[in-house]
């Protein structure tokens, strides 16, 4: 099956994700996404799979004056979340993971536990991300939820679920494959000062430090 035949697929699917716009309307014609493809060189359709967590779909995109134009985005596939993202916190301090980070093939300057949505309840996604990351095992019950941020609506749909949990002590598996190599406790002056000269610099980090902010005022 090709990428445009998979993408005409999924639009029948996930209809949610291909609503009719008159700012920026898509074009679903097979004929017509077809002819494009082939006379610009251009990739359309589902460009890649990186199943289970994302999908790259290159879309046709209508200008006001009727000219035709790609504009890729990524799709997740679980309708209620992408992904989530854990506050931890201790004795009135919160913990921020040491990290190397592959995409910008550098460390981050400091994150929240966080990972992909899977086939599990955002609260019991909460949980294993914990247990993983940080070798700490709690229940769905013990993470309070905060709310929903929406990390990059330029490039993708997705949406992170918030939670903060109180924790104790913290044992990063050695072997965890993500790049985790610690966790330091800062204070909440130690976390403004590290967000306001640009130590911490993580998006999905930042916003769910204001959820919390926010909730706490």
């Given at each position: 099956?090709?990428?445009i035949?998979?993408y005409?697929?999924?639009?029948?699917?996930?209809?949610?994700?291909?609503?009719?716009?008159?700012?920026?309307?898509?074009c679903?014609?097979?004929?017509?996404?077809?002819?494009?493809?082939?006379?610009?060189?251009?990739?359309?359709?589902?460009?890649?799979?990186?199943?289970?967590?994302?999908?790259?779909?290159?879309?046709?995109?209508?200008?006001s004056?009727g000219?035709?134009?790609?504009?890729?985005?990524?799709?997740?596939?679980y309708?209620?979340?992408?992904?989530?993202?854990?506050?931890?916190?201790?004795?009135?301090?919160?913990?921020?993971?040491?990290?190397?980070?592959?995409?910008?093939?550098?460390?981050?300057?400091?994150?929240?536990?966080?990972?992909?949505?899977?086939?599990l309840?955002?609260?019991e996604?909460?949980?294993?991300?914990?247990?993983?990351?940080?070798?700490?095992?709690?229940?769905?019950?013990?993470?309070e939820?905060?709310?929903?941020?929406?990390?990059?609506?330029?490039?993708s749909?997705?949406?992170?679920?918030?939670?903060?949990a109180?924790?104790?002590e913290t044992?990063?598996?050695?072997?965890?494959?993500?790049?985790?190599?610690?966790?330091?406790?800062?204070?909440?002056?130690?976390?403004?000062?590290e967000v306001?000269?640009?130590?911490?610099?993580?998006?999905?980090?930042?916003?769910?430090?204001?959820?919390?902010?926010?909730?706490?005022?």
């Amino acid at each position: 099956m090709d990428a445009i035949t998979q993408y005409l697929q999924l639009a029948a699917q996930r209809p949610e994700l291909f609503r009719p716009s008159e700012q920026i309307p898509l074009c679903l014609d097979e004929n017509t996404l077809r002819i494009f493809s082939r006379s610009t060189g251009a990739s359309l359709g589902i460009v890649y799979d990186n199943s289970p967590y994302f999908l790259v779909v290159a879309d046709l995109c209508v200008r006001s004056d009727g000219a035709l134009y790609p504009y890729a985005r990524v799709i997740y596939p679980y309708r209620d979340s992408n992904g989530v993202v854990v506050i931890p916190c201790r004795d009135g301090r919160f913990g921020l993971l040491s990290i190397f980070r592959h995409p910008p093939r550098k460390e981050s300057g400091g994150e929240f536990p966080r990972g992909f949505a899977e086939d599990l309840s955002p609260a019991e996604n909460g949980v294993k991300e914990l247990r993983e990351e940080l070798g700490v095992q709690l229940s769905p019950d013990q993470l309070e939820y905060l709310g929903e941020i929406q990390p990059d609506s330029g490039l993708s749909a997705g949406t992170v679920q918030v939670f903060c949990a109180h924790i104790g002590e913290t044992a990063i598996p050695a072997d965890n494959g993500e790049g985790i190599h610690g966790i330091r406790w800062v204070t909440p002056q130690e976390m403004a000062q590290e967000v306001a000269d640009g130590t911490i610099t993580d998006g999905i980090t930042l916003a769910a430090y204001l959820k919390y902010l926010c909730r706490n005022a």
